[in-house]
C-alpha cells in the first residue's frame, strides 16, 4: 500500500450520509464506499436511494438505505438506530449533507420558506450532528463533515435564509470542533461554491447562472469529483489533526469581489 493509499484509506470504517438521494449526498456516499467504507444512506426519497444502492452494490460496494426526514426529530434517532443495526457496528464518520435551497430577494422571501430552510439546513444539521456526536462520544472516536456553502462564509444575493443558515452552520462547527476535541470527534466543515446539482438549477431557472459562473475565476462550475479530495481528507486519518476548519471547493469563487 502506498503512504497516498493508506493515509486515505476508509477500510474498516463506517459512514452515514445524510441527504445522500441525490447530487453531493448521493455522489459522495459512492465516494465514502469507494475508499473503502460501508455507508448507509439517508434521505425521505425511498426510492432514490434504494435505486442507489443497488448500483452501489452492483459495484461490489457496502451500502445500505435508511429513511430520515431531518426536520422531524425523531426520525432522526430513529435513522441512526436503524443504520447501525445494518451495519451491526457504530458509524465512524458522518457527511451532514441533506439541505435545501431557497433562491429568493430578501425582501420577497416569505415565513414560511424561511421555517423550511432553517429546519432542514440549521436545525436539521444540528439535530444529525447532535445524534452522530452522542455515539461517537461514547467510543471517544469520529470524524463529522458539515457541508456548509460558500454562501455561508460571504454574502450572495437572493439567499438571505440560505445564507445565514449556512453561516449558522460553520460557527456550530467551530463549537462543536471545540467541545468534542476531548472526546475524539473532529468537526469540519466543506464549502462547496456552485456545484452542478438538481439543487443548483434553481440559479438556471432564475437567470442567474450565466453572472455566477463568469465570477468564477476558474469560469466554470464545479463537477461532483470536485469534491472528493476534500471530504476523503476530512473524513481519513489523513486529516486526523483537522478539526474545526472549513475548506472552500469553490474554484477560487470567494477571492472575488460580488
Ligand atoms: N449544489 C451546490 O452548488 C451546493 C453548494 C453549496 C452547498 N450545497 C449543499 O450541499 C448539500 C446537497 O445539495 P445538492 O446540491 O446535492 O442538492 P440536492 O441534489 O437537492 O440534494 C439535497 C439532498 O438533501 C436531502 N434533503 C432535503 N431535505 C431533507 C430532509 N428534510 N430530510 C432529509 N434529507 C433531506 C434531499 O433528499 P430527499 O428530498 O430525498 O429528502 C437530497 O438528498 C446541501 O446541504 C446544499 O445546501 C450545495
Excluded at 445524534?131 to 438571505?160: D, P
Aim: aromatic residues 6%; contains cysteine.
Amino acid at each position: 500500500m502506498t503512504i497516498q493509499e493508506q493515509l486515505f484509506s476508509l477500510a474498516g470504517k463506517t459512514a452515514f450520509v445524510s441527504g445522500a438521494s441525490s447530487g453531493i449526498g448521493q455522489h459522495t456516499a459512492r465516494t465514502l464506499a469507494r475508499a473503502g467504507a460501508r455507508v448507509v444512506l439517508a434521505a425521505r426519497r425511498e426510492d432514490k436511494l434504494r435505486q442507489t444502492v443497488q448500483a452501489m452494490q452492483d459495484e461490489g460496494l457496502s451500502a445500505w438505505a435508511v429513511s430520515l426526514d431531518v426536520t422531524q426529530s425523531t426520525s432522526i434517532p430513529a435513522a441512526w438506530q436503524a443504520a447501525q443495526k445494518l451495519l451491526d457496528a457504530p458509524v465512524d464518520i458522518l457527511f451532514n449533507c441533506a439541505g435545501v435551497l431557497y433562491v429568493e430577494r430578501f425582501l420577497s422571501q416569505g415565513a414560511e420558506d424561511i421555517q423550511k430552510v432553517f429546519d432542514t439546513n440549521l436545525k436539521g444539521a444540528f439535530l444529525v450532528a447532535q445524534e452522530a456526536a452522542k455515539h461517537m462520544a461514547e467510543r471517544r472516536s469520529g470524524a463529522i463533515i458539515n457541508v456548509a456553502s460558500t454562501s455561508g462564509v460571504r454574502a450572495a444575493g437572493h439567499l438571505a435564509s440560505y445564507g445565514a443558515a449556512k453561516a449558522g452552520l460553520l460557527h456550530l462547527t467551530s463549537i462543536m470542533a471545540l467541545e468534542l476535541a476531548s472526546k475524539g470527534i473532529r468537526v469540519n466543515a466543506l464549502a462547496p461554491g456552485n456545484i452542478a446539482t438538481d439543487m443548483h438549477d434553481q440559479f438556471e431557472n432564475a437567470g442567474l447562472a450565466d453572472r455566477i459562473r463568469e465570477r468564477i475565476p476558474q469560469r466554470r462550475f464545479g463537477e461532483l469529483e470536485d469534491l472528493d479530495g476534500a471530504t476523503l481528507l476530512l473524513a481519513s486519518d489523513a486529516g486526523r489533526y483537522i478539526t474545526g476548519t472549513v475548506i472552500p471547493v469553490d474554484g477560487g469563487q470567494l477571492l472575488t469581489w460580488m
